[in-house]
Nanobody, 115 residues
Framework: QVQLVESGGGLVQAGGSLRLSCAASVSIFRLNAMGWYRQAPGNQRELVAGIGRDSSTNYADSVKGRFTISTDIAKKTVYLQMNNLKTDDTGVYSC?????????WGQGTQVSVSS
């Protein structure tokens, strides 16, 4: 099993930045894939950014050039750096990892962007 603990959400004005953290209970080397998802009110959950074991990354078109996903092996943590935030980025952000054929989810952290 994998436990995920997220932090870093909050309220920020449009144009501001936030960094989300997701600390895993197992080594990142053992995870097949990691990603950040968000769900805005009334919308389905969507993938925002993902990173594979080979460090390849992918991003939703709406965040390309503004968000960066990265990992810290020693801290067993996945980060999402979010710059130039927009009001449309508001939502609950959750990290997810794939481990031994199963997906695990964090508890979610609220990001609110005001105009």
């Amino acid at each position: 099993q994998v436990q995920l603990v997220e932090s870093g959400g909050g309220l920020v004005q449009a144009g501001g930045s936030l960094r989300l953290s997701c600390a895993a209970s197992v080594s990142i080397f053992r995870l097949n894939a990691m990603g950040w998802y968000r769900q805005a009110p009334g919308n389905q959950r969507e993938l925002v950014a993902g990173i594979g074991r080979d460090s390849s990354t992918n991003y939703a078109d709406s965040v390309k050039g503004r968000f960066t996903i990265s990992t810290d092996i020693a801290k067993k943590t996945v980060y999402l750096q979010m710059n130039n935030l927009k009001t449309d980025d508001t939502g609950v952000y959750s990290c997810a990892v794939d481990f031994m054929g199963r997906r695990y989810w964090g508890q979610g952290t609220q990001v609110s962007v005001s105009s």
